[in-house]
């Protein structure tokens, strides 16, 4: 499988972005996908999935200022981010939910991620 986030970069707080996640290499419609975020200093955490009927979930930091979606025709994810916060700086990946592995070992497939930066 391979993952490649785009569409991070500057912005002010209160301005948006919109995030895309193109996978490839494995069956992506029934996957249940997600986007994740890594702070510096910080642990990588999941901010939000959605399934493959659509339904989706967030993490309180983000309800109500985040929306995701996916094209199972495209083999994306998107993530729209409204409302950014400077708390919301991070590297920001897509991966399945629980993350994909890597194929000769036990580790987490990460694929490449795209730096968001909100300034105050």
């Known amino acids: 499988v391979q993952l490649q986030a785009s569409g991070g970069g500057l912005v002010q707080a209160g301005g948006s972005l919109r995030l895309s996640c193109a996978a490839s290499?494995?069956?992506?419609?029934?996957?249940?996908m997600g986007w994740y975020r890594q702070a510096p200093g910080k642990q990588r955490e999941l901010i939000t999935s959605?399934?493959?009927?659509?339904?989706?979930n967030f993490a309180d930091s983000v309800k109500g200022r985040f929306t995701i979606s996916r094209d199972n025709a495209k083999n994306t994810v998107y993530l729209q981010m409204n409302s950014l916060k400077p708390e919301d700086t991070a590297v920001y990946y897509c991966?399945?939910?629980?993350?994909?592995?890597?194929?000769?070992?036990?580790?987490?497939?990460w694929g490449q991620g795209t730096q968001v930066t909100v300034s105050s």
């Open positions: 991966n399945r939910v629980p993350p994909f592995k890597q194929r000769y070992n036990s580790n987490d497939y």
């Open positions: 959605i399934s493959s009927d659509g339904t989706t």
């Open positions: 290499g494995s069956i992506f419609r029934p996957l249940v």
